[in-house]
């Protein structure tokens, strides 16, 4: 007699940062058993809504806002949306009947998991930085397991079984395809400051490709967010530069798999790809981002010769141009550092994070 096919929810998202690696797990549990049910859970907003439509799941969302860095009367709000949320991923689940529940970050992911160890699933959590963002810090103290993206993963509970995995990389959704870079002719540069964009990041390439001693030799695509998008196509056309700029990409494993050097912030997923991709960066980390988390992330990288570093704070045009044309005249060096950042690379981390959840979902007899 078949096996039953699992019932998962995977929660948490609303950045590529959390939802990427959470479709990635779902793409792993879907090859092993195509009959496997998934759903999403989140904050129910646009991103999530239309990535998730894009690669095919199922999704919901939940009323629920941060904590932290937030005023005294915002997180007072935040609080007391707290049960309402909890009741909520309550009824979800128990509509649901889920045999596992995996966060992968973000605070929508605080109620569900905690709703669903009272209702009596299996649940982990999945954590993509050096440093934990807050829901899963509490998390890991009552989760029955949790997957760690780095080795040297700080702040997680002393109680909790720990599994370093790395950091799942989704495949390419529907009608994605390599991006415009690919056999360009040129030096190719991919500049990305995540989902949501990094206006000092736009600002300082756009300043150092107007300093370049051969601006010709480059092919750039440049993600740019959705503030800064119509002002940074517009710069690059005035400077007769080739290049294409948008707010957002879907195929981006795709543009990374086409470039000599990515410029990023260093937030998990991104470093992820890169390093899965075997290439050369300049991580450039948030300097907003809850604990540093992504200067600790970057720091990772740089310590095993896979990138280079650089603080927002002490990014400017002059320095972004001579990382450009050092990199553009030593080739040699992109190979090395691709190299040290594929050797950081576990490819099999969605496949593995799923197979340990069926085998402990088997020793609980599901």
């Known amino acids: 007699m078949d096996k039953k096919a699992m019932k998962i929810i995977i929660a948490g998202g609303k950045t590529g940062g959390h939802l990427f690696p959470g479709i990635a797990i779902a793409q792993a549990f879907l090859r092993i058993d195509p009959r496997t049910e998934i759903l999403f859970v989140g ?3 646009a991103f999530e809504i239309t990535t998730l439509e894009r690669y095919g799941f199922s999704h919901t969302g939940i009323t629920i806002s941060g904590i932290k860095g937030k005023g005294i009367f915002d997180k007072i709000r935040s609080m007391a949306k707290i049960p309402g949320s909890l009741f909520q991923a309550l009824s979800i689940i ?21 709703g669903a160890r009272l209702w009596g699933a299996l649940t982990a959590i999945q954590e993509q930085n050096a440093i934990p963002g807050i829901t899963n810090r509490i998390l890991s103290r009552f989760c029955h397991v949790v997957f760690t993206a780095f080795k040297t993963t700080q702040g997680l509970s002393n109680r909790a079984v720990t599994i370093h995995t790395g950091n799942p990389v989704r495949t390419q959704g529907p009608g994605e395809q390599t991006g415009p870079l690919r056999n360009s002719g040129r030096f190719n540069l991919l500049v990305t400051g995540g989902s949501q964009g990094a206006h000092s990041i736009n ?3 756009l300043g150092a490709v107007n300093l370049l001693t051969d601006p010709d030799a480059l092919s750039i695509v440049h993600q740019t967010g959705k503030q800064d998008e119509k002002e940074v196509a517009e710069r690059y056309r005035e400077m007769g530069i080739k290049a294409t700029a948008k707010a957002f990409f879907n195929d981006m494993p795709g543009l990374m798999a086409s470039a000599d050097l990515i410029i990023s912030r260093a937030g998990a997923g991104s470093i992820s790809e890169i390093t899965a991709m075997g290439k050369p960066s300049l991580l450039i980390p948030y300097p907003y981002a809850a604990d540093d988390h992504q200067r600790y992330n970057a720091r990772n990288v740089a310590d095993q010769g896979a990138c280079w570093m650089i603080l927002d704070k002490d990014l400017t045009p002059e320095g972004l141009q001579e990382t450009i044309e050092f990199s553009i005249n030593n080739p040699d060096k992109l190979r090395s550092m691709g190299g040290a950042a594929k050797d950081m690379s576990m490819p099999d981390a969605d496949r593995t994070i799923a197979e340990t959840c069926l085998a402990m979902a088997r020793e609980q007899g599901i």
Not at 96 to 114: C, I
């Open 43 to 45: 904050t129910g907003e």
């Open 94 to 114: 128990n509509g649901f009947k889920p045999d596992l529940v995996m966060g992968v970050g973000g605070y929508s992911s605080g109620p569900v998991v905690l």
């Open 203 to 205: 600002q300082a390439v």
